[in-house]
């Protein structure tokens, strides 16, 4: 359709950009022959109510389809037809009759109408699926809000699922803001509480919550598949630009708390799967731009274990991914990214190791993204392992290295100490760059891949049958321990050994040089049930549930103790390793100070922290072994002495008192008890 408002239109900036008198779109594709533009009325609606044809003389310049149409406004739902050659075996996907999402929109509208079969069957699939929204961000009041600029020394993360934290009934929130961008800024105050200065996010782009195997839910989310928008069924306000704007009143007020926000973005691949996957936008702009394909072009290249993977080395997907960091950024206030499966933007076409993957150093020299901290997942779905060896000056790496051996080591495993020592210190084994921040070590115990830390200490073997894989799905190598006996008990031996170990677990990560992760829930016991691959649940078994708060009380306060006393120490925020001269030394003790057993079967071992500069002195026991152990206390001198802070194995509130119980003035050794940490310090 043909009218005076429409105009030529330009090919910068991509995407739909709002002006006083109309709205520019403009959309990458190299392959097309046409585009149409369909503009919708309502989401419900199953034709268009207008079509623009592009011309291809005048909408049309080099590799951009653009028209600018007069009189639109935020809020318009639009969609593409893109029509093109179908030839997989050239790697060529179009077809004209799928209404495909635009790359860049900055929200995405759909109802009960949608249906993912209905992009992968043939023919017209106007009803069911999803549109794009016109957005105008320059009418949001952020206040003065700005983006956090701290440094990782500053942070202890809350990885957190925003549907999840607050969606079971005993959450307390509003009804209908449950398991919302809203309904998160309700339990603003508990975060506060508990201690942690940043969320990380799990999947907020928006993507396809049908992309499981039915008829289980896309609970995770990690299947985007509209970059730049935040996910809609996480918004509680249903108008077509609610989700954005409740997404950055969410930021604001974790900002106005002193909360960092941390998005954990999923760019090495998108929901529309392999070749029988459908096609909802990329697939049918442009396949062989967007993906890695294989030699025999009409099969995708599979190193995400998704069925696709996105294609970081083409300029236009490199310059999507900036632009869509820079827009998080600068749009929406966003602190920090933590990239899933960074690993695989590590790979070329033909799936070799570059050396220097252009789009990670692109990200990590990005004058937009000084500020921001960037998180590898440092590894992949096909093998790749990063770990210690991630490019970059400024990349922070998750350190499975470091989840793995605390985790034997806490299950009294042999042959850990020394491994242990170096994870301890902030990974020098593994992080062996000149003058790196040893911050950038993101030190974890559990994840949402893999057990609860209540699960940890409760099953030997993952229980994933609700998954409906017959148990196949999820990691085998857990490194768990049930304590006796697996699942549930109601045996108070067991549960005072659980509640035990988990304190282990959380005394060593807060005392570890490094930036701590801890996992929603954690503090007050969630249980998956043993699951530890919950990505299509959405229910009890993924939700937390807040009745745990009281009924784990204790437990609660143990954490936000620990973390407040992880703050309030310098020596947990030096950016110098302990190992280097110049700033906090430590120092290796066994039962016998100056002896640390390094054998085989050592289940034991203390380290002394000192920060004269900071005037902070601490001495940490660990005890893995089931008996008893007698270490050799340091000599306090005179006008000091020592404070006992931790101790696991002592019931609430005695475990932690972080303003110290004095021990005697001539005491020289100290009882730890089977499977317990301690923690002394000089005062």
Request: charged letters at 20%.
């Amino acid at each position: 359709m043909v009218g005076t408002d429409i105009l030529p239109g330009q090919a910068a900036p991509l995407g739909a950009t709002v002006y006083p008198d109309g709205v520019n779109f403009s959309l990458y594709s190299f392959n097309a022959t046409a585009v149409e533009l369909l503009l919708f009325d309502s989401p419900e609606a199953s034709i268009p109510s207008r079509i623009i044809v592009l011309n291809p003389e005048e909408n049309h310049t080099v590799y951009y389809w653009h028209v600018f149409v007069k009189g639109l406004k935020a809020g318009q739902l639009y969609g593409y037809r893109v029509f093109g050659p179908y030839r997989p075996d050239l790697g060529l996907r179009f077809d004209g009759s799928k209404v495909l999402i635009d790359p860049y929109t900055r929200a995405v509208m759909y109802n009960g109408n949608y249906d993912r079969e209905a992009a992968r069957r043939p023919g017209d699939n106007g009803l069911q699926a999803m549109k794009s929204v016109v957005v105008d961000n320059s009418t949001y009041d952020w206040e003065g809000d700005t983006p956090i600029k701290g440094q990782f020394s500053n942070l202890i993360i809350y990885e957190m699922h925003v549907r999840g934290f607050t969606y079971h009934p005993s959450s307390g929130v509003t009804p209908h803001k449950r398991g919302t961008y809203a309904g998160l800024i309700e339990k603003i105050p508990y975060l506060k509480e508990l201690g942690v200065t940043a969320v990380e996010l799990m999947p907020v782009q928006q993507f396809d919550p049908q992309d499981a195997p039915p008829p289980m839910p896309n609970y995770w989310g990690y299947q985007p598949i509209a970059f730049f928008a935040p996910h809609r069924d996480f918004s509680s306000r249903r108008d077509v630009l609610g989700p954005v704007d409740e997404f950055r009143d969410m930021v604001k007020a974790l900002h106005r708390a002193g909360i960092s926000v941390i998005l954990d973005v999923v760019f090495n691949h998108t929901a529309e799967g392999n070749h029988l996957g459908p096609t909802l936008s990329f697939r049918g702009i442009d396949n062989p731009t967007y993906y890695m394909l294989e030699p025999d072009r009409q099969y995708y290249a599979n190193y995400s274990g998704t069925g696709n993977t996105f294609n970081g080395n083409q300029t236009v997907v490199r310059r999507l991914i900036i632009d869509c960091l820079r827009y998080w950024v600068q749009e929406m206030h966003i602190d920090g990214f933590r990239f899933d499966l960074a690993s695989v933007l590590s790979r070329d076409e033909d799936g070799r190791i570059l050396e220097d993957p252009p789009i990670l150093w692109e990200i990590e020299t990005d004058p937009v993204l000084a500020h921001t901290k960037i998180i590898a997942e440092a590894w992949d779905a096909a093998g790749l392992y990063q770990v210690g060896t991630f490019i970059g000056n400024r990349w922070a790496e998750w350190n499975g290295k470091y989840r793995d051996d605390v985790r034997r080591f806490v299950r009294s495993d042999a042959g850990l100490v020394s491994s242990l020592s170096s994870y301890i210190s902030g990974s020098p084994n593994i992080y062996t760059q000149s003058g790196r921040d040893p911050h950038r070590s993101i030190n974890f115990i559990t994840a949402h891949d893999g057990f609860t830390l209540n699960d940890l200490v409760s099953y030997n073997e993952k229980h994933n049958e609700a998954n409906g894989e017959a148990n196949r799905d999820g990691a085998n190598a857990n490194f768990s321990w049930n304590c006796g006996i697996e699942g549930p008990s109601t045996d108070p031996a067991v549960e005072a050994l659980r509640e035990r170990q988990i304190r282990n677990f959380l005394t060593i990560l807060m005392t570890s040089q490094g930036t701590p992760m801890l996992v929603m829930g954690d503090e007050v016991r969630r249980t998956q049930l043993g699951n530890n691959n919950a990505y299509c649940q959405d229910n009890e078994i993924s939700w937390f549930d807040w009745t745990l708060v009281e009924q784990h009380a204790g437990l609660l306060r143990f954490v936000q103790e620990l973390l407040a006393f992880h703050q309030e120490h310098q020596v947990f925020r030096a950016r110098q390793f302990w190992t280097e001269p110049g700033g906090p030394e430590i120092s290796w003790h066994g039962v016998h100070l100056g002896q640390p057993d390094w054998s085989y079967f050592s289940r034991s071992l203390a380290y002394e922290l000192t920060y004269p500069a900071a005037d902070e002195h601490l001495h940490v026991m660990l005890n893995a072994f089931w008996e008893p152990l007698c270490f050799d206390m340091l000599y306090a001198p005179q006008g000091k002495h020592w404070l006992r802070i931790v101790d696991t194995s002592l019931p609430p509130p005695h475990d932690i008192q972080r303003e110290g119980v004095p021990l005697n003035q001539s005491q020289r050794n100290y009882l730890v008890q089977p499977r317990s940490a301690v923690i002394l310090k000089l005062k």
